[in-house]
């Protein structure tokens, strides 16, 4: 891709990343960082990308680690915050 | 699949982590947003199966393994979340943030394999990069987690000379990713992994236990990071996008738990390079509390089943009778249970409280005394102090010697949660510290006890 493209993406998603946080109630804080964290799990299609083009058993053996743990990242990250939501939702009637 | 749609797909992912993290900052919409962050993210998995990178061919090579790896990925990450204590949660997103960190670093490791000569200088400084953060983040968060599991010590751990072996490794990752950059070669690589592993253990071993939660939200935007230059390394807009937005969040996020805790940001990050050997020891060392604006505690009203209210000095002081009225008016018109609690020397008089709510009209039977509500508490989910200290200081039970000891008071440390407000950090009439005020559950909201409740109830109105 073109690097001016690149640095233009980059540049964007920066002020899109400060601006949705700028304004969050304290309480909301380690569910924001939980999911911020689940997020940043999607390295796990970097780690498939590699394993499909990975050439000898050195490649492999690393490039499935990557995507063991870049699993655990990703879906463990989803479950533990949606857990630490559940106070959110009993709202009674 | 053409390279097209699955971009367009992946963009798509990428709106969907941007609304995701709009959704998980408002407490209405925070579960929503996670939901919408695990669909991009799924969408974004599902898709690259369906898209032949340069090189390969559809079916991917490989794909037993990579769905074995997944599979075991899933059979590890979701008991691990489903099970876990809510009081552990914040070690296990350390020790889930630092995975992703090691998953990010193996992947531009094996990428840099894979390239060999052939990688471009741009490439090799975006590797060199996502190694050196990557291995940062795995180390660092790695220690977070024993920390906060406390499989070690929650005090800094600060040894003659640290900060100049710190500063020397940090000198010999930068100098040896030069190298990396310059020679190109697997050794050089490696032994840039190795240093930078180092490099995080040593940053986060003086951190102190309470700044602990800061270095994870740090560690967080560092991955985040390190996920952006795989991006460019892989040519995945889907991996910058995300990868950045995290970065950025994260950061910023960083900055407000810093603030919200009472602790300089500066500080904590370079404390590794100012800690003196024995400064951190002394006892006299400024302890962090957690203070909460009005819409912290007006959230924390909102979702709450039953709330105590303990009147002190301070309401009176402020003359806030009426609008603590106000307050506990809009609650129960919100289905919450409201009572107070009425300690016999609160204020300056015994029966000073009750005689100022009545002249608010708070009705008589919501005021409880010491010891109807005392065994309430553990069923309480919000106990919100006013101006109150002494009656609820837990020293008066466990610190012989001090004297307020053996006097009766009010149990609120048993409420899952406390907020105190007050006007400053200052103790009670007695003189004598507050142990509850550096409690993890308790929430202070500093100001004159009228102003911050007029901020609380119109911040409750506008949920």
Excluded at chain 1, 14 to 36: D, I, R, W
């Amino acid at each position: 891709m073109e690097p001016m493209a690149i640095v233009s993406i980059f540049v964007l998603a920066v002020f899109v990343g400060f601006e949705v946080v700028s304004k969050v109630s304290s309480t909301l804080h380690t569910p924001l960082m939980s999911g911020a964290n689940a997020i940043h799990g999607v390295i796990l299609v970097g780690a498939i990308i590699v394993a499909d083009h990975s050439s000898t058993n050195l490649e492999l053996g690393l490039a499935v680690t990557a995507i063991v743990l870049a699993t655990i990242n990703m879906v463990g990250g989803f479950v533990v915050t949606d857990r630490m939501l559940e106070m959110f939702k009993g709202k009674k009637k | 699949m053409s390279r097209t749609l699955y971009d367009l797909i992946g963009l798509a992912a990428g709106v969907a982590f941007i609304l995701a993290l709009k959704g998980l900052s408002h407490p209405k919409t925070a579960r929503r947003g996670n939901l919408i962050g695990a669909f991009g993210a799924s969408l974004a998995t599902i898709v690259v199966f369906f898209y032949a990178n340069p090189g390969s061919s559809l079916p991917l090579n490989n794909l037993g393994w990579i769905l074995g790896a997944i599979a075991i990925g899933l059979a590890i990450g979701v008991p691990a979340a489903r099970k876990v204590q809510m009081t552990q949660m914040p070690q296990l997103v350390a020790l889930f943030n630092g995975v992703g960190g090691g998953a990010a670093a193996l992947v531009a490791i094996v990428e840099y394999l894979h390239l060999g000569a052939e990688a471009t200088t741009a490439e090799v400084i975006f590797t060199v990069f996502t190694v050196i953060v990557g291995c940062v983040s795995f180390s660092g968060s790695i220690i977070t987690f024993m920390k906060l599991q406390e499989l070690m010590t929650t005090r800094p751990v600060i040894f003659p000379a640290g900060r100049f072996i710190i500063a020397a490794t940090l000198v010999s990752v930068i100098g040896v990713g030069g190298w990396v950059v310059s020679a190109l070669g697997t050794t050089p690589l490696l032994v840039l992994a190795g240093l930078s592993l180092l490099f995080g253990v040593l940053f986060v071993l003086p951190v102190g236990g309470a700044d602990v939660p800061i270095v994870i939200s740090l560690l967080n935007a560092f991955t985040g990071l390190t996920v952006a230059a795989s991006g460019y390394v892989l040519d995945s807009v889907l991996l910058i996008i995300a990868g950045t937005l995290v970065g950025a969040s994260g950061t910023i996020l960083t900055r407000l738990m810093a603030e919200a805790m009472g602790r300089s940001l500066f500080g904590t990050l370079f404390g590794a390079f100012t800690a003196k050997p024995q400064a951190a020891s002394d006892s006299a060392e400024v302890r962090p509390v957690r203070s909460g604006s009005p819409e912290d505690v007006a959230i924390l009203l909102n979702y709450a089943r039953r709330v105590v209210i303990v009147p002190g000095f301070g309401l009176a002081v402020a003359q806030a009778q009426h609008t603590v009225r106000e307050l506990a008016d809009l609650m129960i018109a919100k289905g919450i249970d409201v009572a107070y609690g009425i300690h016999p020397v609160a204020g300056r008089m015994p029966g000073h409280m009750n005689v100022l709510l009545a002249e608010a009209n708070v009705p008589y039977d919501q005021l409880e005394e010491m010891d109807e509500i005392n065994p309430t508490f553990s069923q309480t989910d919000v106990a919100i102090v006013i101006g109150a200290n002494d009656v609820v200081n837990p020293a008066a039970e466990n610190t012989p010697g001090c004297p307020i000891y053996g006097m009766p008071i009010l149990k609120v440390a048993n409420a899952a949660n406390v907020i105190f407000l007050k006007r400053s950090m200052r103790p009670g009439f007695a003189g004598i510290e507050n142990e509850l005020l550096y409690d993890p559950k308790t929430m202070l909201l500093f100001g004159d006890a009228k102003a911050s409740l007029t901020k609380v109830v119109s911040a409750l109105k506008a949920l």
